[in-house]
């Protein structure tokens, strides 16, 4: 008798690829080992279920703890969130200067700073320099510390004040950080190595930064001399030009900048877009300066009109000084011009009158002409100005205070020398813009010195140089379609 055989049935399976987004997930889970059975699965179901309640536990906790959230305590953390928003997006506006004003084989390397640099900038600041700047004070007023990171809780007499929240505040102050370094980027521009570059933007905005930080915004020794920095001319912007030149002398000139003695023009591809970056810079600055009175007040309208005010002049001055000195205005002019405007106005964009505001912006737009041309003349390649606007203008914003400032938002007296305010407040802004040149060269000359002993120097080879630092160093090009000048 012949017994057929019988092909016995295989269960079906179902492939992965072939899966529904529907059946998908779950056959992805029985996938792996573990999850197959059923009771694997229904325990897998309770994870959200106990994420969910734990959250709204969390929740509920910190809601019962603090009391009804006020107008003022929305209106002022709001505000400097919107403040915040605008700084971090200065970064956008670095970017295009720099890579505008600098070669199209260099545009990648340029971008890929301006970007890396301030994610380093907040990582940083947040595990120890927001504290470094402040935390108690561990030496009289010269150095603060509290311990690494920072306590984001949300207290009930914050709320009942309209006080800012840690984490709102942080942001804030890391976004300050991050344009520090950012400004060392324009005079390294061209000829530093990426990993070295990034490695000191990590003790610039670790260390350097915070500590001089503190002794205006922690209430240290500048602070109880009497000291005014409103916004950070030279906290922020002269610390960065300071940092940057010491990077730029160390460096060297590029490749070609000067022949015989003489400087040679080496123009920035893309005009356009440095002109844009120059735009969002100074739409950024309503966060930079206004962002810095802490809250939302009567007075912050006041302050971004001073900003205005000053970037409208230095662009004026600038303009006319550069016709004057080359017979045709130059673009690159007008965008430091509007550039050292503002900076000229961030320390005492709250103690300027309108009229005030405004002169200290031109003078800022002329003397950035002046400081251009000398730099070159000593030699020292800064290709896109970056210390004449943060550097030279930063030290400027500073001391004219001590010129014509005045108590705008107290009793209105005046505080500068033409104003009846006596030489003291003149040597005082005089003394805070001297510290902050001099700590910021000696730490930042050992720092840069100590980074190139280590890695084999700070600047790349010449061929790299010469072939441009985004095929050196990167590896790809910002124009592949187009022949890069060289």
């Given at each position: 008798?012949?017994?057929?055989?019988?092909?016995?049935?295989?269960?079906?399976?179902?492939?992965?690829?072939?899966?529904?987004?529907?059946?998908?997930?779950?056959?992805?889970?029985?996938?792996?080992?573990?999850?197959?059975?059923?009771?694997?699965?229904?325990?897998?179901?309770?994870?959200?279920?106990?994420?969910?309640?734990?959250?709204?536990?969390?929740?509920?906790?910190?809601?019962?703890?603090?009391?009804?959230?006020?107008?003022?305590?929305?209106?002022?953390?709001?505000?400097?969130?919107?403040?915040?928003?605008?700084?971090?997006?200065?970064?956008?506006?670095?970017?295009?200067?720099?890579?505008?004003?600098?070669?199209?084989?260099?545009?990648?390397?340029?971008?890929?700073?301006?970007?890396?640099?301030?994610?380093?900038?907040?990582?940083?600041?947040?595990?120890?320099?927001?504290?470094?700047?402040?935390?108690?004070?561990?030496?009289?007023?010269?150095?603060?510390?509290?311990?690494?990171?920072?306590?984001?809780?949300?207290?009930?007499?914050?709320?009942?004040?309209?006080?800012?929240?840690?984490?709102?505040?942080?942001?804030?102050?890391?976004?300050?950080?991050?344009?520090?370094?950012?400004?060392?980027?324009?005079?390294?521009?061209?000829?530093?190595?990426?990993?070295?570059?990034?490695?000191?933007?990590?003790?610039?905005?670790?260390?350097?930064?915070?500590?001089?930080?503190?002794?205006?915004?922690?209430?240290?020794?500048?602070?109880?001399?009497?000291?005014?920095?409103?916004?950070?001319?030279?906290?922020?912007?002269?610390?960065?030009?300071?940092?940057?030149?010491?990077?730029?002398?160390?460096?060297?000139?590029?490749?070609?900048?000067?022949?015989?003695?003489?400087?040679?023009?080496?123009?920035?591809?893309?005009?356009?877009?440095?002109?844009?970056?120059?735009?969002?810079?100074?739409?950024?600055?309503?966060?930079?300066?206004?962002?810095?009175?802490?809250?939302?007040?009567?007075?912050?309208?006041?302050?971004?009109?001073?900003?205005?005010?000053?970037?409208?002049?230095?662009?004026?001055?600038?303009?006319?000084?550069?016709t004057l000195t080359s017979g045709k205005p130059d673009l690159t002019m007008i965008i430091n011009g509007i550039l050292a405007g503002l900076v000229s106005i961030t320390a005492g964009c709250g103690d300027m009158t309108l009229v005030g505001a405004w002169f200290a912006g031109l003078v800022g737009g002329i003397i950035v002409v002046f400081s251009v041309a000398a730099l070159d003349a000593a030699e020292i390649d800064d290709?896109?100005?970056?210390?004449?606007?943060?550097?030279?203008?930063?030290?400027?914003?500073?001391?004219?205070?001590?010129?014509?400032?005045?108590?705008?938002?107290?009793?209105?007296?005046?505080?500068?020398?033409?104003?009846?305010?006596?030489?003291?407040?003149?040597?005082?802004?005089?003394?805070?813009?001297?510290?902050?040149?001099?700590?910021?060269?000696?730490?930042?000359?050992?720092?840069?010195?100590?980074?190139?002993?280590?890695?084999?120097?700070?600047?790349?080879?010449?061929?790299?140089?010469?072939?441009?630092?985004?095929?050196?160093?990167?590896?790809?090009?910002?124009?592949?379609?187009?022949?890069?000048?060289?």
């Amino acid at each position: 008798m012949t017994t057929a055989l019988q092909t016995p049935q295989r269960r079906s399976r179902s492939r992965l690829q072939d899966a529904s987004l529907v059946n998908g997930p779950m056959l992805l889970l029985r996938s792996i080992r573990g999850f197959s059975s059923n009771r694997s699965m229904l325990w897998l179901a309770t994870v959200p279920l106990a994420l969910f309640g734990l959250g709204i536990f969390n929740l509920s906790a910190h809601a019962a703890d603090l009391p009804e959230l006020n107008a003022a305590f929305l209106a002022n953390n709001l505000w400097l969130l919107i403040a915040t928003i605008l700084v971090i997006f200065m970064n956008a506006g670095f970017a295009m200067v720099e890579a505008g004003m600098c070669r199209s084989k260099n545009a990648v390397n340029i971008l890929a700073k301006n970007l890396f640099v301030f994610a380093l900038a907040v990582t940083a600041y947040w595990v120890i320099g927001y504290k470094l700047m402040y935390g108690d004070s561990v030496a009289g007023g010269w150095l603060y510390f509290g311990g690494l990171f920072f306590d984001p809780t949300v207290t009930a007499d914050m709320v009942t004040d309209g006080a800012l929240v840690p984490t709102v505040d942080f942001l804030f102050q890391s976004a300050f950080a991050g344009t520090a370094a950012t400004i060392v980027s324009g005079l390294v521009a061209e000829r530093v190595k990426f990993g070295e570059f990034v490695v000191f933007a990590i003790v610039l905005t670790a260390f350097i930064y915070p500590i001089a930080g503190s002794w205006q915004w922690n209430g240290g020794w500048l602070s109880e001399l009497g000291f005014i920095d409103f916004a950070g001319s030279s906290i922020v912007h002269s610390v960065g030009a300071w940092a940057g030149l010491v990077g730029a002398m160390l460096l060297g000139p590029r490749i070609g900048k000067y022949s015989d003695g003489k400087p040679q023009a080496m123009p920035g591809h893309n005009m356009a877009i440095a002109t844009l970056g120059a735009l969002v810079l100074w739409i950024g600055w309503y966060g930079f300066n206004p962002g810095s009175q802490l809250a939302m007040d009567e007075w912050v309208p006041y302050v971004a009109v001073t900003t205005t005010l000053a970037a409208a002049a230095g662009a004026i001055g600038a303009t006319i000084v550069s016709t004057l000195t080359s017979g045709k205005p130059d673009l690159t002019m007008i965008i430091n011009g509007i550039l050292a405007g503002l900076v000229s106005i961030t320390a005492g964009c709250g103690d300027m009158t309108l009229v005030g505001a405004w002169f200290a912006g031109l003078v800022g737009g002329i003397i950035v002409v002046f400081s251009v041309a000398a730099l070159d003349a000593a030699e020292i390649d800064d290709p896109v100005g970056a210390f004449s606007v943060h550097g030279v203008c930063g030290v400027w914003g500073t001391v004219v205070i001590g010129l014509w400032g005045t108590s705008v938002q107290g009793d209105g007296a005046g505080i500068g020398l033409f104003n009846g305010g006596g030489i003291e407040p003149l040597l005082i802004q005089a003394l805070g813009a001297a510290a902050y040149a001099i700590w910021t060269l000696v730490t930042c000359w050992i720092a840069w010195s100590v980074i190139g002993g280590l890695f084999g120097g700070i600047r790349v080879s010449e061929e790299e140089e010469t072939q441009g630092l985004d095929i050196g160093e990167h590896g790809m090009e910002a124009y592949p379609d187009f022949a890069s000048a060289k």
